[in-house]
T-cell receptor, first 115, second 113 residues
Framework: AQKITQTQPGMFVQEKEAVTLDCTYD???????LFWYKQPSSGEMIFLIY??????QNATEGRYSLNFQKARKSANLVISASQLGDSAMYFC????????????FGAGTTVTVRA | DSGVTQTPKHLITATGQRVTLRCSPR?????VYWYQQSLDQGLQFLIQ???????AKGNILERFSAQQFPDLHSELNLSSLELGDSALYFC????????????FGPGTRLTVL
């Protein structure tokens, strides 16, 4: 079974608008971490934001925020005030448990920001 | 720039050959992770080393092996290469071995002809 599901293969957003990227996860562990990474066309993977399963507040990093809904097992990324440089592939990832260190990635969502 | 370096950036080789990919983690990071990104399988975890010791293994083929050296750099060795091994190989590093964020290098793009 897929541990991370990203249902939106591609999205278009107008410059300066906000966009929400969906991510749902599947785990039976109580302790886990959720990550979002950005992969521009140049190929590198850039860490954006992290949410721990025990964190009560939603994580925020600049224009990035994570809408964490634990009961629904969702961890949506919100990018506010989109910029042309935000055009990229975005991956949601999860690390499960306290002894498993690998990241499981979703299939990714391509975001294209229009001027 | 994440601080993780990978060489070479691109590698083109033929089927049946052997290649070595190199990774230097961020200063102070003890863990190194290898991931493979391909069109058909997405991003897959291969293997993790922590302070020189293998800590976790994922979907790594027997033809592939890795090690982490005393200076903490790591090498991923791919042998008997097949066309399907063409992919982007990432190295990531983290401070410890648990909940720390993994920072990725720029990747090595391997093309097997």
């Amino acid at each position: 079974a897929q541990k991370i599901t990203q249902t939106q293969p591609g999205m278009f957003v107008q410059e300066k608008e906000a966009v929400t990227l969906d991510c749902t996860y599947d785990t039976s562990d109580q302790s886990y971490g959720l990550f979002w990474y950005k992969q521009p066309s140049s190929g590198e993977m850039i860490f954006l934001i992290y949410q721990g399963s025990y964190d009560e507040q939603n994580a925020t990093e600049g224009r990035y925020s994570l809408n964490f809904q634990k009961a629904r097992k969702s961890a949506n990324l919100v990018i506010s005030a989109s910029q042309l440089g935000d055009s990229a592939m975005y991956f949601c990832a999860m690390r499960e448990g306290d002894n498993d260190y690998k990241l499981s990635f979703g299939a990714g969502t391509t975001v294209t920001v229009r001027a | 720039d994440s601080g993780v370096t990978q060489t070479p950036k691109h590698l083109i080789t033929a089927t049946g050959q052997r290649v070595t990919l190199r990774c230097s983690p961020r200063s102070g990071d003890l863990s190194v992770y290898w991931y493979q990104q391909s069109l058909d399988q997405g991003l897959q975890f291969l293997i993790q080393y922590y302070n020189g010791e293998e800590r976790a293994k994922g979907n790594i083929l027997e033809r592939f092996s890795a090690q982490q050296f005393p200076d903490l750099h790591s090498e991923l060795n791919l042998s008997s290469l097949e066309l399907g091994d063409s992919a982007l190989y990432f190295c990531a590093s983290s401070v410890g071995s648990g909940i720390d964020t993994q920072y990725f290098g720029p990747g090595t793009r391997l093309t097997v002809l």
